[in-house]
């Protein structure tokens, strides 16, 4: 892991762009000199790590006393895409738009994006626990079918916070019946692009035996701030 830059926020946070490999990354760290519980934090569908809304809850969840990551895995935010992923993309915005049926599309490029993402994910976190000044445990918030494999396959992961989304490729909706870890789901209730029905079935198939289901009305990016503040009391309970 190689350090690029770093700068001191006013909120005492350190924040280092990091590259490991072709992975690019952002670590978060708090002022205090303890060593911290570690957040991998990645956003929806492989969106960038420099996402404001995903730098906005990495800098107050680490000045809350967290170190936390975001990497660009493969095929995710500034990380090469095939043309045949940007196709599909672009073919599922529009059927969405078009009211048509969407799975077979967003099984073709999620489905590999996450098989492909997940490693990435995984030597990101060898070498973050490596460092001095994380001292783990560990917590996964974000990407609900990125975490899913993480929290089925990676046994350091020991509470996950998952952003709800109804669209979630069959592989993780069988890998869903091998997550024990404490979780907190996420759900907008009014979300346009993912189904209710299919999120409360997700909720249902965990295996984890502390599992809560926060439901706000609102559309997919209308995720109350105060739902920040609750996800930090759960890790609090389960990373400190």
Not at 13 to 37: H, Q
Not at 169 to 191: F, G, I, K, S, Y
Request: with cysteine; glycine share 10%.
């Amino acid at each position: 892991m190689r350090f690029t830059s770093e700068q001191r926020l006013d909120d005492g946070v350190l924040e280092r762009e990091f590259t490991l490999g072709e992975i690019p990354g952002t670590l978060w760290t708090p002022e205090s000199a303890a060593p911290a519980p570690l957040i991998l934090m990645a956003h929806n569908n492989g969106l960038s790590k420099g996402d404001s809304r995903l730098v906005a809850r990495a800098r107050i969840t680490a000045a809350g006393g967290y170190a936390v990551a975001s990497v660009d895995a493969a095929g995710c935010g500034d990380r090469p895409r095939s043309a045949a992923d940007e196709q599909a993309r672009a073919e599922f915005r529009r059927a969405m738009r078009a009211g048509e049926p969407v799975d077979g599309i967003f099984e073709s490029f999620v489905g590999p994006l996450v098989e492909k993402a997940a490693p990435d994910w995984r030597t990101t976190l060898d070498a973050l626990l490596s460092l001095p000044g994380i001292g783990g445990p560990v917590g996964y918030s974000g990407w609900m079918a990125l975490g899913i494999r993480l929290a089925a396959v990676e046994p350091r992961i020991v509470a996950a916070c998952f952003f709800a989304g109804g669209y979630v490729p069959r592989a993780q909706r069988e890998e869903a019946r091998q997550v024990t870890v404490p979780l907190l789901m996420l759900l907008q209730w009014d979300d346009e692009g993912n189904p209710r029905q299919r999120a409360l079935d997700l909720f249902d198939a965990f295996a984890s035996e502390e599992k809560t289901l926060h439901a706000n009305s609102g559309g997919h990016t209308g995720t109350p701030w105060f739902e920040l503040e609750d996800s930090k009391r759960f890790f609090g309970r389960h990373l400190k």
